[in-house]
């Protein structure tokens, strides 16, 4: 079984800086890897992903302000967010999707970190 464990959330004033962390167990093959997030009332939306490669995509909100990068070793992604928004309140979920054969793969998702910014 896969798991992925997030790390970094917590509260932040506004124009701050957090940076999230998530790494994937086991002896796994990992294409792409992202993050999503979920506030109240609201559904969950795609932040940022990077391929295995290094191709990165953020959504609109977070452009210029917010960066993915990953350690392929390791199966790690990182999140590094600054001049952080009250509107970027949210739980942030990692993901990844593990290749286990040519035409079999599976979405994973972790525990969710929640990230409060407020004065």
């Known amino acids: 079984q896969v798991q992925l464990v997030e790390s970094g959330g917590g509260l932040v004033q506004p124009g701050g800086s957090l940076r999230l962390s998530c790494g994937a167990s086991?002896?796994?093959?990992?294409?792409?890897m992202g993050w999503y997030r979920q506030a109240p009332g609201k559904e969950r939306e795609m932040v940022a992903d990077i391929t295995r490669g290094g191709n990165t995509n953020y959504a609109e909100s977070v452009r210029g302000r917010f960066a993915i990068s990953r350690d392929v070793a390791k199966n790690a992604v990182h999140l590094q967010m600054n001049s952080l928004k009250p509107e970027d309140t949210a739980v942030y979920y990692c993901?990844?999707?593990?290749?286990?054969?040519?035409?079999?793969?599976?979405?994973?998702w972790g525990q969710g970190t929640q990230v409060t910014v407020s004065s």
């Open positions: 086991g002896s796994i093959f990992v294409d792409a």
């Open positions: 993901n990844a999707e593990v290749i286990y054969t040519s035409t079999r793969s599976r979405i994973y």
